[in-house]
C-alpha cells in the first residue's frame, strides 16, 4: 500500500495583509514615476503588474489543497514512476496553473477489490478531510468474475465513504471510470468482446451511482481502448497505461479539479 506519499512543497513567507498593501503601494509609486516602459519591460519579462493583473495571476495563495486518491494497480501507476501516475501528474499540472496543492496521499494497491480496498481504508488514519477525492475501482472485480451486483453494493459504500471524507462536498469526489484491459496485448488469447462487455456492465454502475449520488464521473475509457492501434499508451507489462496515457487522464482531471477552485 502506498500512502502519505509526498515530495517537497515550496514554503510559503506569511507576511500581514497591511505591510504588504503597503509594500505593493510604494512599488507601484516608484514604478509609477519610471514611465510606462518600466511597466512594458516587466510585463515582457513575464512580471504581470500592468493594471487589471495585479490579483489574476495567482488564485488562493494563503490554502494548500490537499487530494486524496483511492483505488488499485491504475491508481498507484503500475509500471510507471511514482511521478507518473494520474494522481501526481494531475497535481503537477494544477500546481503549474497556480493552485497549491500538497503531495497526493494514494491509497491503493495492484490486485484490489472494492472489499479489499474498504478493509484498507478501514485501518487508515486519514486527514479530518481532504479538498478532493477521487476514487477508481473495480477492474479485478470483474477480472475475478466478481458478481455486480455485489461490486455496486460495495462501491456505493465506498463512494459515501469518499463523500465523508470530502467533507460532505459532492462537487469534490470524482469517480472514474474503468479501463478496458482488452485493448492491451496481455488480453491476447483472452475473450476480448466478453471482457469489454463486461467492463461496460461495471461503468454502467459506476456511471449510474454518480449521478445519483450527484458526485463527478470522469469517463477514461474510451481512450483507453485506443491502445488497440497505439502502443506508445501501454506500459511496459503490456497491461498497464503508460505515462503518456496517464498524462490525458490528468488533463482531464486538472481541468475539471480546476473548474471547481475558480
Known amino acids: 500500500m502506498k500512502q502519505n506519499l509526498s515530495f517537497p512543497v515550496k514554503a510559503q513567507t506569511k507576511r500581514p ?3 504588504l498593501a503597503a509594500l505593493g503601494l510604494a512599488f507601484l ?4 514615476s519610471c514611465g510606462k516602459g518600466a511597466f512594458t519591460r516587466l510585463a515582457a ?3 504581470m503588474i500592468l493594471p487589471g493583473q495585479l490579483f489574476s495571476q495567482t488564485h488562493d495563495t494563503m490554502h494548500t489543497y490537499s487530494y486524496l486518491a483511492l483505488g488499485d494497480s491504475y491508481t498507484i501507476g503500475e509500471a510507471v514512476l511514482l511521478t ?4 501526481y501528474q494531475t497535481v503537477q499540472l494544477l500546481r503549474g496553473k497556480g493552485y497549491n496543492f500538497h503531495a497526493p496521499e494514494v491509497i491503493a494497491k495492484t490486485g484490489w477489490t472494492t472489499d479489499e480496498l474498504s478493509a484498507a481504508m478501514n485501518e487508515h488514519v486519514f486527514l479530518p478531510r481532504y479538498d ?3 476514487l477508481l475501482i473495480g477492474v479485478n472485480n470483474q477480472y475475478r468474475g466478481r458478481d455486480v451486483i455485489e461490486f455496486k453494493e460495495q462501491l456505493e459504500e465506498l463512494l459515501k465513504k469518499a463523500v465523508e471524507l470530502a467533507h460532505g462536498k459532492k462537487d469534490r469526489v470524482i ?3 474503468i479501463p478496458d484491459y482488452s485493448y492491451t496485448p496481455f488480453a491476447a488469447g483472452m475473450e476480448r468482446e466478453k471482457i469489454s462487455r463486461e467492463l461496460d456492465v461495471y461503468n454502467g454502475v459506476l456511471r449510474a451511482l454518480s449521478a445519483q449520488y450527484k458526485v463527478h464521473h470522469l469517463d477514461i475509457t474510451p481512450g483507453t481502448r485506443e491502445a488497440a492501434a497505439d502502443s506508445s499508451l501501454v506500459a511496459s507489462d503490456g497491461l498497464h497505461p503508460s505515462a503518456s496515457e ?3 487522464w490528468a488533463s482531464k482531471l486538472a481541468e475539471l479539479i480546476s473548474s471547481q477552485l475558480k
Open 84 to 87: 507518473e501516475n494520474f494522481p
Open 17 to 19: 495583509v497591511a505591510v
Open 246 to 248: 496517464y498524462a490525458r
Open 175 to 177: 469517480l472514474v471510470s
Open 29 to 32: 509609486v516608484r514604478l509609477l
Open 45 to 47: 519579462a513575464g512580471m
Open 132 to 134: 478532493f477525492v477521487t
